[in-house]
């Protein structure tokens, strides 16, 4: 379907919606139904409800209502606020955006108008630096050339400007033309390919001429660009902003529906980061909504498939949240077990043993609902089972454990001036378990800060002694000499490319190049006084590189190679060339396809003229950073673009394999299916055969290959990918990427991807922990990415300490939230055999709320400061980082652990409550309070048993909530018409009551403590020897800081040393710490040893000498 | 040119500030970096202390829960036996015919008993009268919330008897004050107490809490239509006696959370001698017989921790014997089997 826009024509501008920006999700009217309504489609959310409806019936509550109702609605409230604050945000944010002035012609004079006026088919006219308040068709600039600049970084993020041009037909008409002409533009609707903007334009006469002229992306300003570097600029609106979201950039591909979604306005886009996945769909449901109305014979539901084809990113999950989800079902499931058991159990009772007690004067002939009333009310007993904390709790923590990697300093990249950026603040824990990373290679692994090196110019070598070609005599000859081939070399170095020169007033000409390659190139021609000065008029060299892999030599370095070659054609052969050209550009259909068959036409025949090679330097620290992060059991997968022997040549640079004694490189190649069929079999067995030998072992695959096997061979591949550590991915295609994500997710791996281009995206989200590298190319991978870093080898804190840190935290806290239920749960359940199981609480409402609430939610909150090892030493063992890769601290049986402990601390309390209020003390108030207070006595000596490092904040937290726990309940029994009036002085006065706290906690804690000792002791974690030794080694912290010193002065003077096997730590240092004397003269002794050997002293050898030097 | 690269700059800034507004706050001046800002709490280096469970932290601690429950026990246990406590329970022996619930029901029977006690030691003033129950599910859901807090203290309230049920409203729909099963069925046996053949007064004034007296019973507020319906519950109370005054009524309705419990009944402020005859006679009324509950007579002295209670004392001794042989067990095992397990050279991955 087509779309015929006519320019300035008002009689069909009503066709089309207007340009209002409606970004807000509520009315006034609809908040809060349907507020509520998103909120209850969650089961948690679900299950209190129903909870809390029970409890209005009063025949069954066992305490008041409110205990439900009033977290609950605290619970709704708080969510449903955060809510409407975004939302009213969004309004704001869009009436700012919609009653901004814009200029159009109207009747053919200028006239100022809102921005939410603008029709399709209004000339709009911007000026330097406006913003394009909506998509728009090139027809005129200020400059004479026809071009003006945008700069796109709204959408993509790349702060690099780029050039529009008019249309060929508007070229030369002057502003007082511009505000008379008409014409129509026919152009596809708004349809969900937005690479691409195949359209045509046709001006009425008297303009100029009726030919039709194609019209490209190029042609376009598209929504929310800034025109730059240009004085005005004017256009013809198109799409207006209900109707299309559409996104230029190389990589546009892939560009994810967030991204576009930011389209909509900013705010829009927080909430989404915010929210994650769950307001996406909501936006795409709303956008349908909008469009239906006044657009509906040509969106139709559009958008909506556009957002479906584009796939809707999976709410991510971690694996955390899955087995906390599993748990808390299983503890649903017992709970419903202690229901029917109980209830029927009460119900037996009832009838045999009840009706004999006269005062409990139960009738003879009951209601049939009677059966079900004892049950129902164990059924809201037990309803605290699941907590109604947790969600809040983990939201909470999983929140700071993103702030903590904004905040970080560390992570910080001085260079870009960019901090660390966690946009799904939901996934922190994710980061501790990850077991594969398959990264990206160039841009990620190295700068993407591309220097031209060398050069092969009519077979010579220019470069080679110097390694660098721009300082190598022999070539600055040449180029003074005039030699023609190397003239002719530099020339199409200089003009083949898209880089467009920029010239500033002082006259000094920098360039503007969207791929850092052909920056490299033109910068290196301009250095051999070949200057691109402008690029008018100049057709001729439409990019005629070809790749060749041809010189091995340099890919063998690690330098990027291009061959340039040329041709010269005579003025015929040129006129036909442009002539199918310019036909294939104006194809509406299938234009790509067309203009690569014609410019297909032009490039053969080329005489080689030289090869230019790139180089490409690594980042800082990445080597180390794979070498930490595979010691702590990470596979690494590189998937790259770039060819096979300068990926191989990278990987052996930074670590990612090892040369040939040590490992071996596993080759699946070859042509047909057959070929690759033998290849994988081949590399298939030799995996099975070696994987028991201590040799790395490593695959190389190119994407051709890769295409056949994962369409034929797919199983045999994931065997090779189980077996595999480590695999070079070469030439693959960025849906590849992704697949290669999802076959390792299918075998049931935590796979984390890291990359940095627009190429990337389709892996960063289809992985279950995307990191985006803001780099040169933009910062379209950091945008859809969960993590968003400056430099690759911030991945190892960002991994070895926020994941592991946030893992360990979310471990304690889940199973804890569940251990306190469970035990004031248990005592219900206890009271209930002394109760007759007639379901009777013995907690009071208020008690029962504020302890779920107050009392022992906010003390584990200060878990997100808990650090059982210190960031030194975790970096220093990073197979330290297993224990959360094999989920030790959460899973059924540490789970069955915090159960047990529960069950036996609600047993000890009610054991020991009833026996010490027994007789004339056993009053119902006092006794649920002693029971309360015991619980809350334990709950505080457990959280400080289970917290491994104290600051003054948790020391604040668990004994002023403790001590709150007091003020509170003492506050309370002041109130002459509680329950519980004087009930806590009463105790308090009591010695009995303190000798009560006492032996409870005693008996509670006792056999915990021991029992952790012994393990502690005498079957220690990995852990917990590396606690020991942190506090053995506490006084030697001086002697790391030098030798991470001298490490880091040895990291940038060779990166051989770095590359050099370094499993044998142990061995070389075996002899030295036998040496008693040695030993003897601590810090200041062995460091100067360092001084003296320092290549020795590398990351893994640092450590073990420290411990026995202290 | 640099004046546009600068704006570039400028623009950039702001777009990405807008785009992550949680990042970084002000940036309109590009001065200013991204960088976060110190802090020792941003930066998760708050001073920490980390406590190991060193032996000698761990033995110590053993040792002190030891050496503290062991006297806390040995005083807890002496305090409990010095109480002197007698417990005569009366309700099999007060009946003297088979058909025991026949007997406690029928309204013409005489139901007084004499029950006859020595007491062993002396006791001191004042000693406790209690009625212990066993078998009486005073906290069953039905029972304990069959009751009207408001319509106890406030006049106006004495219509809200919704929570009463089944011991609400009359027949004709008047409500009772005080309503509920638990006033309804308030103890009514009595006792008179002989020490040597001469009475002595047991004093029942100030048997109940005074904060009940003050602020959960009214003092305005008398008895109507109570104990009127088909069925006798338990006691009667005198509709002269504002509530507040009607101490037994605030005794009972202080429910018990466990099925046995004692109650007060009064005082006997007069000391006993060892070997004294005490003889009570009991008015028999109350029935526990169809529950198969039993009933006794309690007269204790009491102590710093209450009544007479062993468990405390013994739990006390229990567990810090036990908290004393576990740090022998460990710190033994610690001499014996010397493990310096800090040593990084365990790790697995280290052998």
């Known amino acids: ?1110 | 040119f640099i004046f546009d690269f600068f704006n570039a700059r400028l623009h950039f800034g702001c777009s990405r500030m807008q785009m992550y507004p949680l990042e970084m706050e002000g940036n309109s001046n590009p001065k200013t970096t991204n960088k976060p800002k110190y802090s020792k709490f941003t930066q998760q280096e708050l001073p920490a202390c980390k406590p190991l469970l060193t032996p000698e932290i761990v033995i110590a601690a053993f040792a002190l829960i030891g050496a503290l429950f062991v006297p806390i026990g040995l005083a807890s246990l002496h305090a409990s036996r010095q109480v002197v406590e007698l417990v005569h329970r009366y309700d099999a022996s007060c009946v003297p015919v088979d058909d025991k619930v026949g007997f406690i029901q029928n309204s013409r029977t005489d139901k007084t008993c004499t029950v006859t006690m020595t007491v062993p030691k002396y006791m001191k003033s004042p000693i406790h009268v209690y009625y212990l129950i066993d078998g009486f599910y005073q906290n069953h859901r039905r029972y304990v919330r069959s009751r009207s807090d408001k319509q106890l203290r406030y006049k106006s309230a004495a219509h809200l008897t919704s929570d009463c049920v089944p011991e609400g409203d009359t027949a004709d729909h008047a409500p009772i004050v005080p309503c509920g099963l638990v006033a309804w069925s308030l103890f009514n046996d009595t006792y008179t107490v002989r020490v040597n053949g001469v009475v002595t007064q047991v004093n029942k004034k100030d048997i109940a809490w005074k904060s009940d007296k003050n602020n959960k019973f009214g003092k305005n507020i008398y008895p109507s239509n109570f104990q009127k319906g088909r069925l006798i519950g338990g006691a009667t109370l005198n509709e002269s006696i504002p509530l507040s005054e009607q101490e037994d009524l605030i005794v009972w309705m202080r429910t018990a959370a466990l099925p046995t419990f004692r109650k007060l009944y009064g005082r006997i402020e007069k000391d006993i001698n060892a070997n004294d005859n005490v003889t009570v006679v009991i008015q028999n009324n109350y029935n526990t017989y169809s529950f198969g509950g039993s009933k006794a007579l309690v007269l204790s002295t009491a102590s710093w921790i209450g009544g007479k209670n062993n468990f405390i004392g013994i739990a006390y001794l229990t567990i810090g014997g036990l908290c004393l042989s576990l740090a022998m067990g460990f710190l033994v095992l610690y001499m014996v089997k010397r493990r310096n397990f800090g040593d990084p050279s365990n790790l697995s991955w280290n052998r």
Not at chain 1, 12 to 24: A, F, R
Not at chain 1, 80 to 109: C, F, H, L, M, P
Not at chain 1, 212 to 228: A, E, G, H, M, V
Not at chain 1, 695 to 702: G, I, Y
Request: glycine content about 4%; aromatic content about 10%.
């Open chain 1, 1 to 1110: 379907m087509k779309r015929f826009v006519y320019i300035n024509d008002e009689s069909y501008q009503n066709d089309y919606c207007d340009n209002q920006i409606s970004n807000t999700k509520y009315t006034l009217w609809n908040f809060l139904p349907k507020n509520l309504w998103e909120q209850f489609r969650r089961f948690m959310n679900q299950y209190f409800l129903l909870i809390a409806c029970l409890q209005l019936w009063s025949l069954i509550t066992p305490v008041n209502p409110a205990s439900t109702w009033g977290p609950l609605i605290v619970i709704f409230a708080v969510s449903a606020t955060k809510e409407a604050w975004d939302d009213y945000n969004r309004y704001i944010s869009d009436k700012q955006a919609n009653e901004k002035k814009v200029w159009i012609v109207k009747n053919g004079a200028r006239k100022h108008i809102q921005a939410q006026d603008i029709r399709v088919g209004n000339i709009v006219w911007i000026r330097e630096n406006e913003e394009v308040p909506c998509d728009l068709v090139l027809t005129g600039t200020s400059e004479p050339q026809g071009i003006c600049h945008v700069e796109t970084a709204a959408l993509d993020g790349e702060i690099d400007l780029k050039t529009r041009v008019i249309p060929t037909t508007c070229i030369g008409l002057d502003s007082e033309q511009l505000h008379k002409i008409k014409g129509v533009i026919e152009c596809p609707i708004p349809d969900k390919d937005i690479r691409r903007f195949d359209a045509n334009i046709r001006l009425f006469p008297p303009f100029i001429d009726n030919d039709i002229c194609p019209l490209t992306i190029n042609n376009t300003l598209l929504q929310s660009c800034y025109l730059r570097n240009t004085e005005w600029a004017c256009g013809v609106a198109v799409y207006t902003v209900h109707t299309q979201f559409s996104l230029e950039g190389k990589h546009v591909d892939n560009v994810c529906l967030k991204e576009r979604l930011c389209l909509l306005d900013n705010t829009l886009c927080v909430a989404v980061e915010i929210y994650s996945n769950e307001i996406i769909k909501i936006i795409i449901i709303r956008i349908h909504e909008n469009n239906t109305a006044p657009c509906s014979h040509h969106m139709s539901g559009n958008e909506t498939k556009l957002g479906m084809s584009r796939g809707v990113p999976e709410p991510k999950l971690t694996a955390m949240d899955a087995m906390i989800d599993k748990l808390t079902g299983a503890i649903f499931l017992f709970q419903l077990a202690v229901v029917v058991v109980l209830g029927s159990a009460g119900n037996v009772w009832k009838d045999t043993e009840a009706r004999k007690q006269w005062y409990v004067k139960y009738d003879d002939d009951e209601p049939w609902y009677q059966i079900l009333v004892i049950p129902l009310r164990f059924e809201l007993l037990c309803s605290i089972m699941i907590p109604i904390s947790i969600k809040v709790s983990l939201d909470f923590v999983k929140s700071m454990y993103a702030k903590f990697i904004d905040w970080d300093e560390e992570i910080y990249d001085q260079e870009t001036d960019t901090p660390a950026h966690a946009a799904n603040t939901a996934i922190s824990e994710d980061l501790g378990q990850v077991e594969y990373i398959l990264t990206d290679k160039t841009g990620t692994l190295t700068e993407n800060k591309m220097i031209f090196r060398r050069c092969c110019i009519a077979g010579t070598l220019y470069g080679n002694e110097s390694g660098d070609a721009l300082k190598d005599i022999e070539l600055l000859n040449a180029v003074a000499d005039n030699s023609p081939h190397v003239i002719k070399f530099l020339t199409v170095m200089a003009l083949c490319n898209t880089v467009i020169p920029i010239k500033s007033p002082s006259g000094t000409i920098s360039y503007k190049a969207q791929s850092q390659d052909e920056d490299a190139l033109v910068n290196a021609a301009s250095n051999l006084h070949v200057v691109l000065v402008s690029k008018n008029g100049n057709n001729a060299g439409q990019q005629i590189k070809t790749f060749v892999d041809a010189v091995d030599k340099y890919a063998q370095l690690g330098l990027r190679t291009l061959c340039l070659g040329w041709r010269e054609l005579s003025l015929e052969e040129y006129l036909e060339w442009s002539r199918l050209f310019k036909e294939a550009n104006s194809a509406l259909v299938d234009r790509e396809w067309k203009v690569a068959e014609v410019c297909q036409k032009l490039e053969h025949t080329l005489d080689i003229l030289g090869i230019s090679a790139i180089e490409d330097r690594l980042q800082d620290g990445v080597p180390e950073t794979i070498e930490i992060l595979r010691q702590s059991g990470i596979n690494f997968w590189m998937l790259t673009g770039d060819k096979q022997s300068t990926a191989i040549q990278i990987a052996l640079l930074c670590n990612l394999i090892s040369s040939e004694p040590k490992g071996q490189l596993l080759y699946i190649n070859g042509k047909t299916e057959d070929e690759v069929a033998r290849s994988l079999e081949r590399v298939l067995l030799t995996m099975r055969i070696t994987s028991s030998e201590p040799k790395e072992l490593a695959f190389v695959v190119d994407g051709w290959a890769l295409e056949i096997i994962l369409t034929r061979y797919k199983e045999a591949f994931t065997e090779l990918a189980v077996l595999s550590k480590t695999a070079i991915c070469c030439r693959v295609t960025p849906s590849q990427k992704a697949q290669l994500v999802k076959l390792l997710k299918s075998c049931d791996y935590r796979t984390l991807a890291i990359g940095d281009g627009g190429n990337d995206v389709r892996m960063i989200q289809q992985a279950h922990i995307g990191v985006g590298i803001s780099g040169r190319e933009g910062l379209q991978a950091a945008r859809a990415a969960d993590y968003s870093i400056g430099k690759f080898r911030f991945l190892k804190r960002l991994i070895l300490v926020h994941g592991r840190y946030s893992y360990n935290r979310t471990a304690f806290l889940s199973q804890y939230s569940f251990y306190k239920s469970l035990l004031i749960c248990f005592i219900q359940i206890l009271f209930s055999f002394v109760s007759g199981i007639a379901g009777t609480s013995l907690f009071n409402s208020v008690s029962l709320m504020a302890y779920n609430v107050f009392y022992t939610s906010i003390p584990v909150l200060t878990t997100v400061l808990d650090k059982d090892l210190s960031e030194k030493t975790v970096t220093q063992n990073p197979e330290i980082l297993l224990y959360c890769q094999a989920g030790r601290l959460l899973n059924p049986s540490t789970f069955a652990g915090w159960f047990g402990r529960s069950l036996y601390h609600a047993i000890v309390v009610f054991l020991i409550t009833i026996h010490a209020y027994a007789n004339e003390k056993s009053e119902m108030e006092e006794l649920s309070m002693v029971a309360l207070s015991g619980s809350i006595w334990l709950q505080a000596f457990v959280v400080t048993l289970e917290m491994s490092s104290f600051t003054f904040l948790q020391f604040l937290a668990i004994w002023g909530n403790f001590a709150a726990f007091y003020v509170i309940n003492l506050c309370i029994s002041t109130i002459p018409t509680a329950g519980m009036y004087t009930i806590m002085f009463r105790l308090c006065r009591q010695p009995s009551y303190w000798i009560t706290m006492l032996l409870i906690s005693g008996v509670g804690m006792g056999p915990v403590l021991a029992l952790k000792y012994f393990r502690y002791t005498y079957s220690p974690s990995a852990i917990n020897i590396l606690q020991k030794a942190e506090r053995s080694r506490g006084p030697m912290y001086t002697l790391v800081n030098l030798e991470s010193q001298l490490r880091s002065e040895q990291g940038n003077s060779t990166n051989s040393i770095l590359t050099a096997p370094v499993k044998n730590k142990n061995s070389v240092y075996e002899p030295l710490l036998s040496d008693s004397p040695m030993a003897s003269r601590r810090s200041l002794a062995s460091s100067s040893f360092d001084i003296f050997q320092p290549a020795q002293s590398r990351v893994p050898a640092a450590y073990p000498r420290n411990i026995k030097t202290s």
